[in-house]
């Protein structure tokens, strides 16, 4: 047994401070009366962006915990993507939690205890660690996304959000404990040694790995075990969903990546065929299963569907390509679907938030800035060429492209196609369409950060500037884990 | 000669029983007596664990799952407003697909079986000295688990959290007594002295 | 008797359950097993008496059940309602934050058990635990979750 030491405290600072202050502000929140949820707020912004950074700024890397808990570059970077992401989603939902009479200093602390759970998973070097971080994360979710428990709709969306965590859950314990069964350890190292070990994969540990890789495509909406995924972005509120599209997904997918490339990465022949299936499938369901959507929060759904599976194409190839690439397009795809959930916040008359693709109609002739950035955002989600949204794919396909799965390759870019049909057709409702409403003035925040976000996602403004230190920062990350 | 038997048979017995009353708790019309038979499923579990050496686990359980568990399933079951008769239409309806998981799942956890007689794992590991089950529970628990235990506690708060958020609400017209408001009523706030000229009166 | 205590002593938390019933020598496990005999014979008992009186009221009771004896007895009138009501979502409430809490205090057996062993670390990592619980105690207090009203 290691001894315990402050010393290895430094490893988890950024998920000592989330720990610490959200006691303390949740003690603040029900003893401040009057702006108890705005003194929250913003203190969980702040405290979310110490998060975000810390791991950078103290750049520690080893194990606390005998190995439980991991920091390294990877983790790092991960982490800051999700603070970021996470404070920026808070942020811009005051004006909507106000709008809906919803503005309780819970949600932030939800929030925290949502990002806590997901700094622990990324950083999770034990069977344990990773199921605790993942069960703090999941709770935190099916209380947000029931969080308007007046509507029916979201009590819905939490109800099968819970339901089908549940079950997912479930199975990821049962896989788990197979391995456990099988290897005799909790530890990832140790699993690796194992299994580097034995001259054949012993039938057991296979359907545990399976049986976890089902547990976890459920949690980043992979398809078969997409069905939640519509249901849930539509009924839960909308700066929850926003919230749901991007960090969550970057968690289970980090968490997926350590454990292909630290204790499964030498039996890499019992998980590509897994995940090549989850990939297709998403793609192909992802793809045509929005083509029908009116709302456009479904549609996004199943937009996120279609692109986990591009980020499970560039997992299926391995490598540290195969990781960079993965966490090129989902840096690209976090700034891609903040903005789009912040242009969708925008939708909003005089009688309440509108959500279907027809309320778009004509939106040119309202609101031209927002036709501009909403178009931006649709092109880059839809890969045309010279926005970052191409970008992202083409760096999630190309390892594949190399590792020999062409044919895989060739799926992803059909149903890209496909998936472009339908964003080209929301810019020419914006466009062509007769206009059918007049929004509202929208905050501030929603305007910068969805302008913030079109903006980014033009590479010539930031092409030398940005994309090089990006990339070394991926590359490193990505090497950290091998 | 039959007592060497005895852990086997205890399994067999304990082990049916298990798989019998999780069957009924699917397969029987009312919620309530589906409570029911999750506590027996919950009790010949515990059994188990006893059988394992696990006495502490086998108490925990019946504590936390028979104890409180099955009594909030039990209000959960009390909330809903359900027609049972469309229930179990709706179960006979799902009974094709349900079946062909239930026999993906039976033929994987064969297969794990075989596997694990072909190879048969680490096995089980014996304390050497006299400690009790409970004591190397703690020993372990608070030291080389610490993490997980702190972050166990950080979920628990987080469900009681949630639970107030979701479920708690205030309701209107309630008349609730305030024990401290009223001890701490002087004769300055509780006696007002009014003057009434005559012929007036008090208000208008 | 001693072999038994080695089989009590099996730690759980180091251990792997696959193949307990295989590897384990069962003379250990049986002695172990009859020291739960007082338990078993309670449960008989308990499952024999609990029998035996439902058995004999069937055999010796007389019986001869109609629709009006059979129905639901209500002061002489009528049910108005089924017996089956809707319960208050607050049960549910309560309920949670009894499980909450009894799951806190599952968690002092083992502490209270070797604390001896563990020394200051272990106590400080409990009272962290009950620290994280009490601001949810504080919490829902405040809140006004543990009030009927």
Same mark, same amino acid.
């Given at each position: 047994?290691?001894?315990?030491?402050?010393?290895?405290?430094?490893?988890?600072?950024?998920?000592?401070?989330?720990?610490?202050?959200?006691?303390? &502000?949740?003690?603040?929140?029900?003893?401040?009366?009057?702006?108890?949820?705005?003194?929250?707020?913003?203190?969980?912004?702040?405290?979310?962006? =110490?998060?975000?950074?810390?791991?950078?700024?103290?750049?520690?890397?080893?194990?606390?915990?005998?190995?439980?808990?991991?920091?390294?570059?990877?983790?790092?970077?991960?982490?800051?993507?999700?603070?970021?992401?996470?404070?920026?989603?808070?942020?811009?939902?005051?004006?909507?939690?106000?709008?809906?009479?919803?503005?309780?200093?819970?949600?932030?602390?939800?929030?925290?205890?949502?990002?806590?759970?997901?700094?622990?998973?990324?950083?999770?070097?034990?069977?344990?660690?990773?199921?605790?971080?993942?069960?703090?994360?999941?709770?935190?979710?099916?209380?947000?996304?029931?969080?308007?428990?007046?509507?029916?709709?979201?009590?819905?969306?939490?109800?099968?959000?819970?339901?089908?965590?549940?079950?997912?859950?479930?199975?990821?314990?049962?896989?788990?404990?197979?391995?456990?069964?099988?290897?005799? !350890?909790?530890?990832?190292?140790? =699993?690796?040694?194992?299994?580097?070990?034995?001259?054949?994969?012993?039938?057991?540990?296979?359907?545990?790995?399976?049986?976890?890789?089902?547990?976890?495509?459920?949690?980043?909406?992979?398809?078969?075990?997409?069905?939640? !995924?519509?249901?849930?972005?539509?009924?839960?509120?909308?700066?929850?969903?926003?919230?749901?599209?991007?960090?969550?997904?970057?968690?289970?997918?980090?968490?997926?990546?350590?454990?292909?490339?630290?204790?499964?990465?030498?039996?890499?022949?019992?998980?590509?065929?897994?995940?090549?299936? *989850?990939?297709?499938?998403?793609?192909?369901?992802?793809?045509?299963?929005?083509?029908?959507? !009116?709302?456009?929060?479904?549609?996004?759904?199943?937009?996120?569907?279609?692109?986990?599976?591009?980020?499970?194409?560039?997992?299926?190839?391995?490598?540290?390509?195969?990781?960079?690439?993965? &966490?090129?397009?989902?840096?690209?795809?976090?700034?891609?679907?903040?903005?789009?959930?912040?242009?969708?916040?925008?939708?909003?008359?005089?009688?309440?938030?509108?959500?279907? =693709?027809?309320? *778009?109609?004509?939106?040119?002739?309202?609101?031209?800035?927002?036709?501009?950035?909403?178009?931006?955002?649709?092109?880059?989600?839809?890969?045309?060429?010279?926005?970052?949204?191409?970008?992202?794919?083409?760096?999630? *396909?190309? @390892?594949?492209?190399?590792?020999?799965?062409?044919?895989?390759?060739?799926?992803? *870019?059909?149903?890209?196609?496909?998936?472009?049909?339908?964003?080209?057709?929301?810019?020419? !409702?914006?466009?062509?369409?007769?206009?059918?409403?007049?929004?509202?003035?929208?905050?501030?925040?929603?305007?910068?950060?969805?302008?913030?976000?079109? &903006?980014?996602?033009?590479?010539?403004?930031? &092409? @030398?500037?940005?994309?090089?230190?990006?990339?070394?920062?991926?590359?490193?990350?990505?090497?950290?884990?091998? | 000669?039959?007592?060497?038997?005895?852990?086997?048979?205890?399994?067999?017995?304990?082990?049916?029983?298990? #798989?019998?009353?999780?069957?009924?708790?699917?397969?029987?019309?009312?919620? #309530?007596?589906?409570?029911?038979?999750?506590?027996?499923?919950?009790?010949?579990?515990?059994? %188990?664990?006893?059988?394992?050496?696990?006495?502490?686990?086998?108490?925990?359980?019946?504590?936390?799952?028979? $104890?409180?568990?099955?009594?909030?399933?039990?209000?959960?079951?009390?909330?809903?407003?359900?027609?049972? #008769?469309?229930?179990?239409?709706?179960?006979?309806?799902?009974?094709?697909?349900?079946?062909?998981?239930?026999?993906?799942?039976?033929?994987?956890?064969?297969?794990?079986?075989?596997?694990?007689?072909?190879?048969?794992?680490?096995?089980?590991?014996?304390?050497?000295?006299?400690?009790?089950?409970?004591?190397?529970?703690?020993?372990?628990?608070?030291?080389?688990?610490?993490?997980?235990?702190?972050?166990?506690?950080?979920?628990?708060?987080?469900?009681?959290?949630?639970?107030?958020? %979701?479920? %708690?609400?205030?309701?209107?017209?309630?008349?609730?007594?305030?024990?401290?408001?009223?001890?701490?009523?002087?004769?300055? $706030?509780?006696?007002?002295?009014?003057?009434?000229?005559?012929?007036?009166?008090?208000?208008? | 008797?001693?072999?038994?205590?080695?089989?009590?002593?099996? +730690?759980?938390?180091?251990?792997? +359950?696959?193949?307990?019933?295989?590897?384990?020598?069962?003379?250990?496990?049986?002695?172990?097993?009859?020291?739960?005999?007082?338990?078993?014979?309670? /449960?008989?008992?308990?499952?024999?008496?609990?029998?035996?009186?439902?058995?004999?009221?069937?055999?010796?009771?007389? +019986?001869?059940?109609?629709?009006?004896?059979?129905?639901?007895?209500?002061?002489?009138?009528?049910?108005?309602?089924?017996?089956?009501?809707? /319960?208050?979502?607050? /049960?549910?409430?309560?309920?949670?934050?009894?499980?909450?809490?009894?799951?806190?205090?599952?968690?002092?057996?083992?502490?209270?058990?070797?604390?001896?062993?563990?020394?200051?670390?272990?106590?400080?990592?409990?009272?962290? /635990?009950?620290?994280?619980?009490?601001?949810?105690?504080?919490?829902?207090?405040?809140?006004?979750?543990?009030?009927?009203?």
């Amino acid at each position: 047994m290691q001894e315990f030491s402050f010393g290895q405290l430094s490893f988890l600072a950024g998920e000592l401070v989330l720990a610490l202050s959200v006691g303390e &502000l949740l003690l603040i929140g029900i003893f401040v009366s009057k702006y108890g949820a705005s003194i929250v707020r913003y203190a969980s912004i702040a405290v979310l962006l =110490i998060f975000a950074f810390s791991g950078f700024i103290l750049n520690g890397t080893g194990s606390a915990f005998n190995g439980a808990f991991i920091s390294d570059d990877f983790s790092h970077y991960v982490k800051a993507l999700i603070g970021v992401t996470a404070a920026i989603t808070l942020w811009f939902s005051r004006d909507w939690l106000k709008r809906e009479n919803l503005d309780q200093y819970e949600y932030s602390i939800l929030m925290i205890f949502a990002v806590l759970g997901m700094g622990i998973m990324v950083s999770s070097g034990n069977l344990l660690t990773m199921y605790v971080g993942l069960e703090m994360q999941a709770l935190a979710l099916y209380v947000m996304a029931a969080f308007n428990r007046d509507s029916l709709r979201a009590s819905e969306a939490g109800l099968k959000y819970f339901v089908l965590g549940a079950l997912s859950s479930g199975m990821l314990l049962y896989g788990m404990s197979l391995i456990y069964g099988f290897t005799g !350890t909790l530890s990832f190292a140790q =699993i690796a040694i194992v299994l580097s070990g034995q001259e054949s994969v012993n039938m057991g540990i296979v359907a545990g790995l399976v049986f976890m890789l089902a547990g976890l495509a459920f949690k980043i909406s992979a398809a078969p075990f997409h069905m939640w !995924t519509p249901d849930v972005y539509e009924g839960a509120p909308t700066p929850v969903t926003a919230f749901f599209a991007g960090a969550p997904k970057l968690a289970a997918l980090a968490l997926i990546t350590r454990l292909i490339t630290g204790p499964f990465g030498e039996i890499s022949q019992s998980w590509v065929q897994v995940l090549v299936v *989850l990939a297709v499938m998403s793609m192909i369901i992802g793809a045509f299963g929005a083509l029908m959507q !009116t709302n456009i929060k479904r549609l996004m759904g199943y937009s996120s569907i279609a692109n986990m599976g591009y980020a499970l194409v560039a997992l299926a190839a391995g490598g540290i390509a195969g990781v960079s690439g993965m &966490l090129i397009f989902m840096s690209i795809y976090l700034v891609t679907v903040v903005g789009v959930f912040a242009a969708i916040m925008q939708m909003r008359t005089r009688d309440g938030a509108l959500e279907g =693709i027809a309320d *778009l109609a004509g939106l040119s002739k309202s609101n031209l800035p927002l036709s501009l950035v909403m178009t931006a955002l649709m092109f880059s989600l839809a890969g045309i060429p010279f926005f970052m949204g191409f970008f992202g794919k083409w760096f999630a *396909l190309t @390892p594949a492209f190399e590792a020999g799965l062409t044919w895989l390759v060739v799926v992803a *870019l059909l149903a890209s196609v496909v998936g472009a049909f339908y964003y080209l057709r929301i810019i020419k !409702t914006i466009w062509f369409d007769d206009q059918a409403h007049t929004f509202v003035k929208a905050p501030r925040s929603l305007t910068l950060i969805s302008s913030a976000s079109a &903006l980014l996602l033009f590479p010539i403004l930031l &092409l @030398p500037f940005v994309t090089a230190p990006a990339r070394a920062l991926i590359e490193a990350a990505a090497a950290s884990l091998f | 000669m039959f007592v060497e038997m005895l852990p086997a048979i205890a399994f067999y017995i304990l082990a049916a029983t298990a #798989v019998g009353m999780a069957f009924m708790v699917i397969a029987s019309r009312n919620p #309530v007596h589906s409570v029911v038979f999750l506590i027996g499923t919950f009790l010949a579990s515990a059994g %188990l664990f006893v059988l394992m050496g696990a006495e502490f686990l086998a108490l925990l359980l019946i504590m936390v799952y028979v $104890g409180a568990v099955a009594v909030l399933f039990m209000f959960v079951v009390m909330m809903l407003d359900v027609d049972f #008769v469309e229930m179990k239409q709706g179960f006979l309806q799902y009974l094709p697909i349900g079946g062909v998981v239930a026999c993906i799942l039976l033929a994987e956890m064969i297969l794990v079986g075989a596997a694990s007689l072909v190879n048969p794992g680490a096995g089980v590991k014996f304390a050497e000295d006299g400690t009790s089950n409970i004591e190397a529970i703690g020993n372990v628990l608070y030291t080389e688990y610490a993490f997980f235990f702190e972050a166990v506690g950080l979920i628990l708060l987080l469900a009681m959290v949630g639970a107030i958020v %979701l479920t %708690l609400r205030k309701r209107d017209g309630v008349k609730t007594q305030n024990i401290s408001e009223q001890i701490a009523r002087t004769r300055e $706030g509780g006696v007002e002295l009014v003057d009434i000229k005559p012929g007036e009166g008090i208000g208008s | 008797m001693t072999d038994g205590l080695q089989f009590i002593a099996f +730690s759980t938390v180091n251990s792997v +359950s696959s193949g307990t019933q295989l590897s384990a020598p069962l003379s250990t496990q049986s002695a172990f097993l009859l020291e739960y005999l007082p338990v078993v014979m309670l /449960f008989a008992i308990g499952l024999v008496i609990s029998l035996a009186f439902l058995v004999m009221a069937k055999i010796f009771a007389p +019986s001869s059940p109609d629709a009006e004896k059979i129905s639901t007895y209500e002061c002489g009138f009528n049910s108005f309602d089924d017996s089956r009501m809707k /319960f208050d979502v607050r /049960f549910y409430l309560v309920a949670i934050l009894f499980i909450i809490f009894d799951i806190e205090v599952a968690f002092l057996f083992p502490w209270a058990v070797s604390i001896d062993k563990i020394g200051v670390y272990g106590w400080a990592v409990v009272m962290i /635990f009950l620290f994280e619980l009490a601001v949810g105690l504080a919490y829902a207090w405040k809140k006004g979750a543990l009030d009927w009203e």
